[in-house]
């Protein structure tokens, strides 16, 4: 199998490029637009009249920046990369065209990699510094003596590598916190399923879905929670959490969505799942966890029992809150029919269209 070498370009720009797509397209546009105002304003004032290789350098960043305001976040994580090294390729010829190897023409090489470290992947954050410190050995190496460069190199160089790692490590662990965060928002840490959060974020993609089958909602709720709380502890009914909700795993596709709601209520969100379908897998759930008791410390088996109501949508039809109420009131029906069952939803408003029928 042969790759273009465009593929394999876009497999790098993706290694090296943002960590996060929208506020690194907003900074570069903001660093190449200051950069560009630098060198038109250094032009204008120029005592000797407009100099071309300042205008030229600002022309090409002008161009360069407006190509990242007018693509998408997505499509402009490649410029992302791209653009810190142009601006370095542009102070290098800024400097080397005015002569200058002094502290304004070596200051601007500091800003790429300011920009690398906050806002690429560490690769790319290592790519720039390294780029900054090349263009800035370049000019001094060609514009001062040997020896008066070579240490300027040194003490530039050494300032850009402890900026840039310092700024790198920094926002490496910021984006691993941001991160665990983000997964403990999104998991459940008893049970390991997701939370309410994700799961209304599935229930939405209902309005949207392609299956002819709808989508189904099952909840549920432990029988007689409390009383296994008062009577064996709460890590008993801890354990009783994480017992049901393996069950209920065991029992489902890989494309349905188990969540915990809070408390003792689970939730199963089933897409392309018609309603009767819903209904029987709801039995089976109630089936199953009746059959698979808890194994306790002390060798006894506590058996457990949940109730359950199953709702469903029709493609493009009702609302998501509709839907919740629905299958929260199937569960109701069940609980209060004798718990340990499945429950039928009652209309809404005198039709129902998430029970199947209308």
Known sequence: MVTRPSAWLAVALRGLGPRQAKPARAWIAIMLGSCTAVFFTA????????DPLQLGCGAVLALFCLAVIALTPARAASLCVIGPLLGIASVVVLDLGTDDAGLTGQIFFTMPVLYAAVHLRVPGSILVTVAAITGEAIVVLRLLPLDQALTDVAFTGGMLILMGSVLTRAMVNQHRLVEKL??????????????RRVLDDAVSAISSATSDAGTALILIDVDKFKTINDTYGHAVGDDALIHIAAVLSA???????????????????????????????????????????????????????????????????????DLYISADTALYAAKRAGRGRVGDPVPINGTNPFSGTA
Do not use: N, W
Request: hydrophobic letters at 40%; a negative charge.
């Open 182 to 195: 983000r997964r403990q928002a999104s998991v459940d840490p008893l049970t390991g399923l997701v939370t």
């Open 43 to 50: 032009a204008l004032l120029d005592e000797a009249g407009l």
């Open 251 to 321: 029992r489902s596709r890989p494309q349905d969505v188990l969540a915990r709601m809070g408390g003792d209520e689970l939730a199963v969100l089933m897409p392309g799942c018609d309603y009767d379908t819903a209904h029987r897998r709801a039995e089976d759930f109630v089936r199953t966890v009746h059959e698979q008791p808890l194994p306790l410390a002390d060798g006894r088996k506590l058996a457990l029992s949940i109730s359950a109501g199953a709702a469903h949508a029709r493609q493009d039809t009702g609302s998501t809150r």
